[in-house]
């Protein structure tokens, strides 16, 4: 450890991370915030496993239809969009 102390921000944005890296398969460590879900090969299939393993993870409902994904309300397009996303959600739906 480098000594630099984690916050609650820092916290969720590692397991939101650690979610899209282990759907990626790939290491949390390779993804920065402007890699994009397409670029790890998510697709549509990927991109609902996230969906339920981030609502299950940190108890959110997210606001998603898999039946058209592209009328999505929220930006799922990087790893950093989906980190906001989930922060956004979180403060919202838990306070």
Do not use: W
């Not at 390779?30 to 998510?42: F, V």
């Not at 969906?51 to 998603?64: C, L, Q």
């Not at 994904?69 to 799922?76: C, I, K, M, R, S």
Request: contains cysteine; aromatic residues 4%; charged residues 20%.
């Amino acid at each position: 450890m480098d000594g630099a102390y984690l916050t609650a921000s820092d916290e969720l944005n590692s397991r939101v991370i650690a979610i899209l890296a282990a759907q990626a398969l790939r290491e949390p460590s390779g993804l920065t915030a402007g890699t994009t879900l397409e670029s790890l090969g998510i697709d549509s299939l990927g991109l609902a496993e996230i969906i339920f393993a981030i609502e299950e993870t940190f108890d959110v409902m997210v606001p998603f239809n898999a039946n058209d994904p592209d009328a999505e309300t929220l930006d799922l397009s990087t790893v950093g969009s989906v980190c906001a996303a989930v922060t956004a959600l979180v403060h919202d739906q838990k306070g």
